[in-house]
């Protein structure tokens, strides 16, 4: 889709589309955005729950989309090796995004464990410029955020204008709880990264996330004590 077509989208029919598919089903949303937007629409994802229940859904509509992935140099071996499972298991076209800086260059530049002094400069340097790279020649950005994840997400739509990189982003799943993907998960007996089976409820860099107790919201391991809740690449 080229950029006046979509601008045309957007000025007509946004509003419209994220109250027309906020009760259609995932394979709805998907056999008309993929289309729609092709061949400059990707999704994004960390190989979360959530992400492998959008990728099954594609694979199952036989669509092949590439799958960013933020290479951060701080993933979980956990999470390296579910990402090798699934390019194996659904032939996925990953699209391995890196920083400008390797880690340890980043630790000459600014000093070891910038997560720890200044965990908003480590998230923009590892993620949220890598991401800017990575969507600058995109119109759509699927990604798989749901609203009841964090109250940060809570007013997500299903299509909606994403000015921060100027395209249409779809969250197919955001109306769907946290039982609904594991039901899914399971049902359709999909992989999902191990670690969740050792008390962790999101996952995201090592040294930013941790287990998380009975009672507990899913999102607080991540940067805990930190009143962090969003790494910059979803506000
Ligand atoms: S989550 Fe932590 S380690 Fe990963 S980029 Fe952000 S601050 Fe750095």
Known sequence: MNATKTASLIDSDLQYLATHFETRSVEEILTWAVPQFAPRIAMTSSFGTEGIVLIDHLAKLGIKLPVIYLDTGYHFAATEELKDQLQERYDLEIVIQQAEL????????????????????????????????????????????????????????????????????????????????????????L???????????????????????????????????????????HL
């Not at 999101?202 to 607080?220: A, L, M």
């Open 191 to 233: 992989p999902y990264n191990r670690l969740y089976d050792e008390g962790y409820t999101s996952i995201g860099c090592w040294p930013c996330t941790k287990k998380v107790g009975d009672g507990e919201h899913e999102r607080s391991g991540r940067w805990a004590g930190q009143g962090k809740v969003e790494c910059g690449i």
């Open 102 to 189: 390797s880690v340890a260059e980043q630790a000459q530049l600014h000093g070891e464990k910038l997560y720890e002094r200044n965990s908003d400069a480590c998230c923009r340097i590892r993620k949220v410029e890598p991401l800017k790279q990575a969507l600058g020649t995109l119109d759509a950005w699927l990604a798989a955020l749901r609203r009841d994840q964090s109250p940060s997400r809570a007013n997500i739509q299903i299509v909606e204008w994403n000015a921060k990189h100027e395209l249409v982003k779809i969250n197919p799943l955001a109306t769907w709880t946290r039982k609904d993907v594991w039901n899914y998960t399971f049902k359709h007996k």
